[in-house]
Nanobody
Framework: QVQLVESGGGLVQAGGSLRLSCAAS????????MGWFRQAPGKEREFVAA????????YYGNSVKGRFTISRHNVKNTVYLQMNSLNPEDTAVYYC?????????????????WGQGTQVTVSS
């Protein structure tokens, strides 16, 4: 069982930045693929970014490429999402997820564990 706790959300003006963190309880955190997803009101949960367990492979959703960066610190059992050049369309609840697999997935159904989410609101 893996517990995930997100933090770092909040209110920011358009053009600003935020860094989200996700702390994991897993003793074998370094073996989990980690992902970030987001869900805006009335919309489906959307893939944002994912990172392999060594941290050498990353994937991004098209809407965040070039603006967001995912990273991980396996000693601290934490994954990060640096979000730059935020715009109102980035407003959503952001979820951290873990996948006990060597393959980096981008679909929600492929992730086994989820955090409770953290709200990000970007004002225009």
């Amino acid at each position: 069982q893996v517990q995930l706790v997100e933090s770092g959300g909040g209110l920011v003006q358009a053009g600003g930045s935020l860094r989200l963190s996700c702390a994991a309880s897993a003793r074998t955190f370094s073996r989990y693929v980690m992902g970030w997803f987001r869900q805006a009101p009335g919309k489906e949960r959307e893939f944002v970014a994912a990172i392999s367990w060594p941290g050498r492979t990353t994937y991004y959703g098209n809407s965040v490429k070039g603006r967001f960066t995912i990273s991980r610190h396996n000693v601290k059992n934490t994954v990060y999402l640096q979000m730059n050049s935020l715009n109102p369309e980035d407003t959503a609840v952001y979820y951290c997820a873990a996948n006990n697999s060597p393959v980096v997935h981008t679909r929600t159904v492929d992730y086994d564990y989820w955090g409770q989410g953290t709200q990000v609101t970007v004002s225009s």
